[in-house]
């Protein structure tokens, strides 16, 4: 008895010990990798409170400024012509300049219209015996758009990506004359990884428009679009939409219903298709929008994603602009003619243009006043389901004193004008320390008079604690959030980008990812670098404010996320 009891005593310690070790293996699997001051969703709220509570920032009583009730002045926003560079200089003093799309307008691929206006330069064509040439201009199509609209600078001709953009120079009231319907092939359309294709057509039978808005409505498809008001792509998406929801009026109420319950469901709007296709990459996107020539020229995308094409055709049509004498007109039908040359259209197809030729739009033509309205209520319509919460950190530090804070002071003075009255808005300052300038509050003319005075009081002086300033606007929208959860929250950091106090990018990426808030920066004399590796980290953007264009750059940002 004595034996067995003793063997009995054995087997259970044994057991003990064996259940032990494999509990003890179990944990130490589960935790491999993990770190004590990993975040996760459960204790994301604790670890917010307890960096935020060693901060302890001080709130100040906002004092009102003076608002301007003007509306945006597209023309003073605009930088110097200079800014955009001339791919083809013209060769004589009988030219044209042309503004061209960047797809076909810059180097290598993206250079067919570069190599082609080269050699039209070089061939000795005449036009009532003098020789002639013309002078190309890279600038997107968007942005030539509103240097022709607004009289800031218009040359003789334009050439954007689709008709869309000639249909609303003219409606601005720009005489516009079309010298070709095109110059080069191209079609827009829907990039879709391929297990995500496969699911829609055993769903829906096939994959275009219509189906591809039914499943963003229906929660179905994460897909992502580019700003309608500077992206042809972009615009071409949203007037492509509309028209599906309503085919007989692209602005009926039932047309703007649905595309209210549509936009609700989509994640990303981006500000370019470089953050867009980033977004992608990092797995946030089952779809996005593109030109087919941009598609067959990214190996990546070709191996991974489905083209589905939609909407207008990109042919690059070539408008004249304004009372051209005939000397000119003579020209630009001179070159129109030259590029359709056998060996020209060659090289378009070697650079990915000229192919789904068979593609022909099921749209009927829109008038440029249409066009404008729809952007109006793109403008209006899209957040209105889930308005934003921005939450902006500016630097004041002394590295900031001077220049660099008088242009984030503009910067944020002119940009505002592009907010969207829905939202509702916060300002934060840091330098050594972090202060609440202005409470979160829906962006009334109140709280636009309040803004204005936050951000005129800024001052420089002291250390720079980036990550702090982050922590407080991070705490500051998970209380909004609280009150309303209905919100989209975001924040925008304007800075120089060098942390030297406070926390570390390490101390709080746990947490930036936890929440998944985009953080859009923008730097002023700035480590560009160090604020792209925070707005990379939920595929924000991120812009240099060291040039002319700061305000323009910063209100297209406030303009599509806002």
């Not at 004595?2 to 293996?25: C, D, E, P, T």
């Not at 980033?278 to 089952?286: M, N």
């Not at 007109?329 to 243009?353: N, P, R, W």
């Not at 050594?432 to 951000?455: E, H, M, R």
Request: glycine share 8%; no cysteine; proline share 4%.
């Amino acid at each position: 008895m004595q034996r067995k009891g003793n063997f009995l005593l054995i087997s259970v310690v044994l057991l003990v010990v064996v259940f032990g070790l494999v509990y003890a293996g179990v944990t130490l699997t589960s935790n491999l990798g993990k770190s004590k001051a990993e975040v996760t969703a459960e204790n994301a709220g604790d670890r917010l409170n307890k960096l935020y509570k060693k901060i302890s920032p001080a709130v100040e009583t906002p004092v009102k400024g003076q608002i301007d009730l003007d509306p945006v002045d597209v023309a003073a926003s605009l930088p110097d012509i200079g800014k955009f560079p001339i791919t083809v200089n013209n060769t004589n003093d009988n030219f044209v300049e042309i503004f061209s799309s960047t797809e076909k307008s810059g180097t290598g691929v993206d250079g067919w219209l570069t190599d082609v206006a080269t050699e039209f330069n070089k061939a000795n064509i005449t036009v009532n015996g003098k020789s002639v040439s013309v002078k190309i201009r890279n600038i997107a199509s968007g942005t030539a758009a509103d240097y022709i609209k607004s009289g800031k600078y218009v040359p003789d001709a334009f050439t954007p990506s689709n008709e869309l953009w000639g249909e609303m120079v003219q409606a601005s009231g720009v005489k516009t004359q079309l010298v070709t319907k095109r110059l080069v092939g191209n079609v827009p359309g829907i990039v879709i990884a391929k297990a995500k294709y496969d699911a829609m057509i055993d769903k829906y039978g096939s994959v275009n428009i219509q189906s591809v808005t039914e499943a963003i409505a229906n929660n179905e498809l994460s897909m992502g679009y580019t700003d309608p008001f500077a992206s042809s792509t972009g615009l071409n998406f949203l007037v492509t939409a509309l028209h599906t929801f309503d085919n007989t009026n692209l602005l009926s109420d039932k047309a703007v219903q649905e595309f209210e319950k549509f936009q609700s469901n989509v994640p990303f709007i981006a500000s370019t298709t470089i953050q867009m296709r980033d977004a992608a990459k990092s797995g946030a996107l089952d779809g996005f929008v593109l030109e087919y020539q941009t598609y067959v020229n990214a190996a990546d995308l070709k191996s991974g994603y489905v083209f589905t094409p939609f909407g207008f055709r990109h042919d690059s049509p070539l408008y004249a602009l304004g009372d051209l004498p005939q000397e000119k007109l003579d020209i630009l039908k001179k070159f129109a003619e030259f590029v359709t040359q056998d060996k020209y259209m060659k090289s378009a197809q070697e650079k990915g243009f000229n192919g789904l030729e068979t593609y022909k739009s099921e749209l009927a033509p829109v008038d440029g006043d249409m066009l404008i309205s729809a952007q109006k209520v793109w403008k209006e319509k899209k957040n209105s389901s889930k308005p934003i919460t921005a939450v902006f950190v500016t630097d004041v530090s002394g590295s900031m004193d001077g220049e660099p804070l008088n242009r984030l002071k503009e910067s944020l003075l002119k940009g505002q004008k592009y907010l969207g009255r829905d939202n509702s808005i916060g300002l934060v300052s840091y330098s050594d320390g972090v202060t609440i300038k202005l409470p979160i509050a829906k962006y009334d003319t109140n709280q636009q008079s309040l803004f204005v005075g936050a951000v005129e009081s800024l001052q420089s002086a002291g250390g720079t604690a980036t990550f702090d300033g982050i922590v407080v606007a991070l705490k500051l929208l998970e209380d909004q959030l609280a009150i309303d959860p209905n919100t989209k929250p975001v924040i925008f950091v304007l800075s120089d980008g060098e942390t030297n106090q406070g926390y570390t990018l390490q101390d709080i990426k746990g947490l930036i990812e936890t929440y998944k808030i985009p953080i859009y920066t923008i730097g002023y004399n700035a480590n560009i670098q160090a604020l792209q590796n925070i707005s990379s980290i939920n595929e924000a953007a991120s812009i240099n404010a060291d040039t002319d264009d700061v305000v323009y750059k910063i209100g297209n940002l406030f303009n599509v996320q806002m």
